[in-house]
């Protein structure tokens, strides 16, 4: 895998059209890693990455304030690249808050238009690449067959039916990070992760084997699951290692909380919050 510290004039038009999945990983405060869909990812030059914000969500605050980001984006013709960023400003003015809300998306819709810009500082990138869609084939098949056998029996569920359904999807798209030794979220495709039960997930590591075999247990990890219908939903949990089911080496993570990342109302699912009253109208 090449990594290098640039965009490419090519990246650069690869990135610009919004029909695209751009995937953002940030950091709590509390230091935990937190994924969001934010299709508005570009590069405006070789070495920034912007953001335009149309609605308001966590990680834009987490963009803020601990400014270190790692990055996925996947265009329409299933090429991948990967890297990390720092942010570091926003503006709402300027060329390239002209070029957001003059995109067809924005210019035309009636509700919303992109009203904030955040502008982040290249780290490293890789080379855009197809993404291997053989060897996640044959992961997906194996992680089908194996994630049985890592099944537990619990009360109470963390996700709900539409959130395993979408995990047990073999065309959703799932993304997991983790906080790495420079405190940079990394983003690494799991699109063969699938749910063992509604408190586990599993996958077999057939693909980004390098990166995936490194992954340590007992380390805390996110992962995004997302249809092309844009529906999505993000789970965080602890990562139990890997261990062989029925004869193939599975990882598993026991999910300890759950986000829906969906506008309009975004919002921690798992473990529910209590209902408050309205008091102010």
């Not at 070495?47 to 270190?68: D, M, N």
């Not at 699938?194 to 247990?217: I, K, S, T, W």
Request: aromatic content about 10%; glycine content about 8%.
């Amino acid at each position: 895998m090449t990594i290098k510290n640039r965009f490419s004039e090519s990246d650069m038009k690869a990135f610009a059209p919004s029909e695209k999945v751009g995937i953002i990983a940030t950091v709590t405060p509390e230091g935990l890693p937190h994924l969001s869909l934010l299709t508005s990812v570009m590069a405006s030059t070789p070495t920034q990455l912007t953001i335009g914000e149309f609605s308001t969500g966590v990680s834009k605050a987490y963009l803020q304030q601990t400014r270190k980001t790692g990055f996925a984006i996947v265009t329409l013709d299933k090429k991948l690249w990967r890297g990390k960023a720092l942010w570091t400003h926003l503006k709402k003015e300027g060329p390239e808050y002209e070029v957001y809300n003059q995109q067809p998306m924005f210019r035309y819709n009636t509700y919303f238009g992109i009203n904030t810009v955040h502008y982040l500082e290249l780290k490293e990138t890789t080379e855009g690449s197809p993404l291997p869609l053989v060897a996640v084939a044959a992961s997906a098949i194996l992680t089908r067959l194996a994630k049985g056998a890592a099944a537990q029996s619990a009360k109470v569920k963390a996700l709900s039916p539409f959130g395993k359904n979408l995990f047990d999807r073999l065309d959703s798209l799932k993304f997991l990070s983790f906080i790495d030794d420079d405190g940079f979220p990394t983003v690494i495709p799991v699109i063969q992760c699938q749910a063992c039960d509604e408190n586990r997930l599993a996958f077999y590591p057939g693909v980004f084997a390098e990166e995936l075999n490194r992954l340590e247990a007992g380390k805390t990890m996110a992962i995004f699951g997302m249809t092309m219908e844009m529906e999505d939903v993000l789970v965080r949990g602890v990562f139990q290692g890997y261990a062989r089911r029925r004869g193939i080496r599975l990882g598993t993570l026991d999910i300890d909380w759950v986000y829906n990342s969906m506008p309009p109302n975004h919002g921690q699912i798992h473990p529910p919050l209590p209902l408050k009253a309205v008091t102010d109208f």
